[in-house]
């Protein structure tokens, strides 16, 4: 039996999670002398109201090689007799490396794959493996298929301020705005080659901001295919719900989520983001 884990940034809706059966290994938020694991013991919500009135500001920690490798004891322990982890972009962060010191030292054989990206990037990939999984695949079909699925992404992100990108320091390529006026909604993507965010648009009103992150996704996205989109928010499930319906109306794609960016992603988007993920097949 194979078993799947990731990271807790992939941002995948629990439903999903619990029905895959998926291993989520949580990172940390420090705040203060406060430590949470994401998602578990704060909640995205809790986590975006907060950070708005806490002057503190939080900072996050990879998952350790001792958490990977307790969520591969308790695969073993439901039977499990190999595991594949996918974690969140190693330009991004070190969960990758924790996670291939974990797959050393695994009772089981233990394959890794760095997704290249956050949030959806990474739980697309999750579930395709999953999906494939459950269709029977053999391991090399598997990691193939999330190679297929990687290669097809797209991820655009609007922010309500350069603020939280240039503070969480997970800027990559968009440094290049370091210094422009606070006041202005950055759109960045992500390179699935280099796994690095990348300056996509700056805009000066809301409605610019939604217009480009509308059209800097779909105008990159081949939408000749079976559509999977996910629609990520910073608290912001009315905004989310509105632009999903709009795509729901354009395009009828055949898988179409909803969620909530967790907050070690937000420390770097804030609150009101909203960004859409998705690929073709």
């Not at 991820?155 to 503070?167: G, I, R, S, W």
Request: proline share 5%; charged share 20%.
């Amino acid at each position: 039996m194979l078993a799947i884990l990731t990271d807790s940034t992939c941002d995948i809706p629990e439903n999903l999670v619990n029905q895959y059966n998926i291993h989520i290994v949580p990172q940390y938020i420090i705040w203060g002398d406060e430590q949470f694991r994401d998602r578990l013991e704060l909640s995205p919500h809790d986590f975006y109201q907060r950070i708005q009135t806490d002057p503190q500001k939080p900072t996050s920690s990879q998952a350790t090689t001792g958490d990977f490798l307790a969520a591969i004891d308790r695969a073993v322990e439901k039977g499990a007799d190999k595991a594949l982890i996918l974690t969140v972009s190693s330009a991004m962060s070190g969960t990758f490396q924790m996670a291939q010191a974990a797959a050393e030292k695994a009772p089981i054989p233990v394959s890794v794959i760095d997704s290249k990206g956050p949030t959806m990037t990474l739980g697309w990939q999750v579930l395709a493996a999953a999906r494939a999984r459950d269709a029977g695949a053999s391991m090399g079909e598997i990691i193939a298929e999330v190679a297929k699925v990687r290669q097809n992404l797209v991820q655009v992100v609007a922010m309500q301020t350069m603020e939280y990108l240039e503070y969480g320091g997970r800027i990559g390529d968009a440094a290049a705005w370091v210094g422009t006026m606070l006041k202005v909604k950055p759109v960045v993507r992500i390179n699935h080659e280099t796994g690095r965010v990348e300056p996509a648009g700056l805009a000066r009103t809301h409605k610019a901001m939604l217009r480009m992150l509308h059209k800097k996704f779909f105008d990159a996205l081949d939408t000749g295919g079976e559509l999977h989109i996910a629609v990520l928010h910073g608290d912001a499930p009315e905004e989310a719900q509105q632009l999903a319906e709009r795509i729901q109306d354009e395009f009828n794609p055949a898988e179409l989520l909803i969620n909530t960016t967790g907050p070690v992603l937000g420390i770097n988007t804030g609150p009101g983001a909203l960004a859409l993920c998705g690929y073709a097949l």
